[in-house]
């Protein structure tokens, strides 16, 4: 059975950083595209980044560029999303979902971030607070 656990939030002080683990069980990351999504209170959730399942394509919301990097680790069957100089509008719950690459293409995640319903395997999401 598909698993994805994410792990790594907590609260922080504007400007903190912080960095998101999701790691699979069950199966093998390699075949993978993996997507970052957040839901903060009241909002729709929206897609945050993506990184093909070799690495080698990655995408961002314009909310999140230059402050946050979506990384991948096969050999750990772990991604990451390392979230800098954080700020309020940061604060939700993140999930981390996976698609497999036979129907997510690297082009998907080079024209847009992450779409909700292209991905099939979601983990239960992880607190990120910020605020002084």
């Known amino acids: 059975q598909l698993q994805l656990v994410e792990s790594g939030g907590g609260s922080v002080q504007p400007g903190g950083s912080l960095t998101l683990s999701c790691t699979a069980s069950?199966?093998?990351?390699?075949?993978?595209?993996i997507g970052w999504f957040r839901q903060a209170p009241g909002k729709e959730r929206e897609g945050v980044s993506c990184?093909?399942?070799?690495?080698?394509?990655?995408n961002y919301a314009d909310s999140v560029k230059g402050r946050f990097t979506i990384s991948r680790e096969n050999v750990a069957n772990t991604a990451y999303l390392q979230m800098n100089s954080l700020k309020p509008e940061d604060t939700a719950v993140y999930y981390c979902?996976?698609?497999?690459?036979?129907?997510?293409?690297?082009?998907?995640?080079?024209?847009?971030?992450?779409?909700?319903?292209?991905?099939?395997?979601w983990g239960q999401g992880t607190q990120v607070t910020v605020s002084s």
């Open positions: 990184i093909s399942s070799s690495g080698s394509v990655t």
């Open positions: 979902a996976a698609a497999h690459l036979t129907s997510y293409t690297d082009y998907q995640c080079i024209v847009s971030p992450p779409v909700i319903t292209d991905f099939t395997s």
């Open positions: 069950g199966f093998s990351l390699d075949y993978y595209a």
